[in-house]
């Protein structure tokens, strides 16, 4: 029996951000029991590292080590223009001199540094797409249609997809977009798009509730119906909305609370609060590790989660949605976030919203909140059920299994 292909995962990032330390690293770690991994990461030096930044790191590294996971550290340079090149080298040498056949590439820029190696070497491409990284640009500005960068970064984004030996994507949505985009019918292939949506582990979120009880309890909120907001204030999760949206309720209802999980701080936050005049006893801000999320989460009764009318929240799913589930937080949502609608109406997990209409979605959230399906935990339990059969982390552990299993045979 052919020996499984040694995989390395590379990522734009240092290990200790969110996105490795929580999704990506505990995922390798997971399927290193039955192959061979190689982690890539890009991190700065040690003297420029904080205290607890360095602790976490050296943590995240002997994990790796415990599990023989072999750890690549590339230098953060501040540059693309380098650290690309840089990247592909590195990646070269890994595929040329230590075993590695399938290079796992988390978003685009870990793509476009593997795509040079895998032209001129056998090695196979999993390009995990996550989000639509040229949209992005093209909402926050960075991108302008008609100019020749857009033109040759979509090239790139056609060219990444074609030369990929499986594309991962986060919704049906997503995949639909890309089956479907006229600029990409020649190269998006049908049998090489697979959905993995945005899964948890959902041991994180056992002997979370005492722990909540008691925050509660400091916050003076425990007889209070608390909604949770976990996130950046980035202006397509229109968190201002809905904060206006709260204020609303609670000018009906004062038994309402909002809880505000940001990062990296609660600096804008606390500034959108007083631009829609939500008074400080209605809100609390913190910003914490990414290990007590879930407690936060679960002092909570439900989520808020809305976003930007724009493609790349149509076809995203976003974390959030699997940890509000784990955490029991029926779904406070808007239209068209991915998947989401849909599973929230299916499973009656939540209620969905128009954020631009902040009257109305006060008064249906406010009925929503009173009704006896949620205020007899009807709707927790169906949350934590949902989370349960449909979102936890090992259906993505078997999915990536079964790309990697398919890739050992090509």
């Known amino acids: 029996m052919r020996r499984p292909h040694r995989v390395l995962y590379l990522f734009h990032k240092s290990l200790t951000e969110p996105i490795p330390r929580?999704?990506?690293?505990?995922?390798?770690?997971?399927?290193?029991?039955?192959?061979?991994?190689?982690?890539?990461?890009?991190?700065?030096?040690?003297?420029?590292?904080?205290?607890?930044?360095?602790?976490?790191?050296?943590?995240?590294?002997?994990?790796?080590?415990?599990e023989d996971v072999r750890h690549v550290v590339l230098p953060v340079i501040g540059s693309r223009w380098i650290e690309i090149p840089l990247g592909a080298l590195v990646l070269l040498t890994e595929v040329l001199f230590h075993g590695v056949r399938?290079?796992?590439?988390?978003?685009y820029?870990?793509?476009?540094?593997?795509?040079?190696?895998?032209?001129?070497?056998?090695?196979?491409?999993?390009?995990?797409?996550?989000?639509?990284?040229?949209?992005?640009?093209i909402f926050e500005g960075a991108l302008k249609h008609g100019t020749?960068?857009?033109?040759?970064?979509?090239?790139?984004?056609?060219?990444?997809?074609?030369?990929?030996?499986?594309?991962?994507?986060?919704?049906?949505?997503?995949?639909?977009?890309?089956?479907?985009?006229?600029d990409l019918i020649e190269v998006a292939r049908d049998e090489r798009i697979t959905v993995i949506p945005n899964r948890?582990?959902?041991?994180?979120?056992?002997?979370?509730?005492?722990?909540?009880?008691?925050?509660?309890?400091?916050?003076?909120?425990?007889?209070?119906?608390?909604?949770?907001?976990?996130?950046?204030?980035?202006?397509?999760?229109?968190l201002r909305a809905?904060?206006?949206?709260?204020?609303?309720?609670?000018?009906?209802n004062a038994d309402v609370r909002l809880l505000i999980v940001a990062y990296p701080s609660t600096l804008s936050a606390e500034e959108l609060a007083l631009e829609v005049g939500l008074s400080s006893e209605h809100v609390h801000f913190v910003t914490a590790p990414v290990e007590d999320v879930p407690v936060l989460l679960s002092t909570g009764d439900a989520g808020?989660?809305?976003?930007?009318?724009?493609?790349?929240?149509?076809?995203?799913?976003?974390?959030?949605?699997?940890?509000?589930?784990?955490?029991?937080?029926?779904?406070i949502?808007?239209?068209?976030?991915?998947?989401?609608?849909?599973?929230?109406?299916?499973?009656?997990?939540?209620?969905?919203?128009?954020?631009?209409?902040?009257?109305?979605?006060?008064?249906?959230?406010?009925?929503?909140?009173?009704?006896?399906?949620?205020?007899?935990?009807?709707?927790r339990e169906r949350c934590i059920a949902y989370a349960s059969e449909e979102l936890d982390m090992q259906a993505t552990l078997k999915q990536y299994d079964d790309i990697y299993r398919e890739l050992d045979r090509a």
């Open 333 to 379: 949502g808007s239209d068209g976030i991915g998947d989401t609608d849909h599973w929230i109406r299916e499973g009656k997990i939540g209620i969905i919203i128009d954020p631009d209409n902040e009257d109305d979605a006060a008064r249906r959230v406010g009925a929503f909140l009173e009704s006896e399906d949620f205020r007899s935990g009807a709707v």
């Open 304 to 331: 808020l989660m809305l976003e930007a009318d724009d493609i790349n929240r149509k076809v995203c799913a976003p974390i959030k949605f699997a940890e509000y589930l784990a955490a029991g937080l029926a779904v």
């Open 200 to 238: 948890v582990d959902l041991k994180r979120f056992t002997g979370t509730r005492e722990p909540a009880r008691a925050l509660r309890k400091r916050l003076g909120w425990e007889h209070n119906t608390v909604v949770v907001y976990a996130g950046s204030t980035a202006p397509w999760h229109r």
């Open 109 to 137: 820029i870990p793509a476009v540094m593997a795509l040079p190696v895998v032209v001129v070497t056998r090695a196979r491409l999993v390009f995990d797409m996550r989000g639509l990284f040229v949209d992005e640009y």
């Open 148 to 182: 020749r960068k857009l033109t040759f970064v979509r090239w790139l984004e056609r060219t990444l997809i074609g030369a990929s030996d499986a594309v991962v994507v986060v919704s049906q949505r997503f995949r639909d977009h890309l089956l479907s985009r006229p």
């Open 242 to 252: 809905g904060m206006g949206i709260v204020r609303r309720i609670a000018d009906q």
């Open 102 to 107: 399938i290079v796992h590439s988390r978003s």
């Open 22 to 66: 929580l999704h990506g690293i505990d995922q390798v770690l997971a399927l290193a029991a039955k192959r061979s991994f190689t982690v890539a990461s890009f991190e700065p030096s040690r003297r420029t590292r904080s205290k607890s930044d360095l602790e976490a790191y050296n943590k995240m590294c002997a994990r790796l080590a415990a």
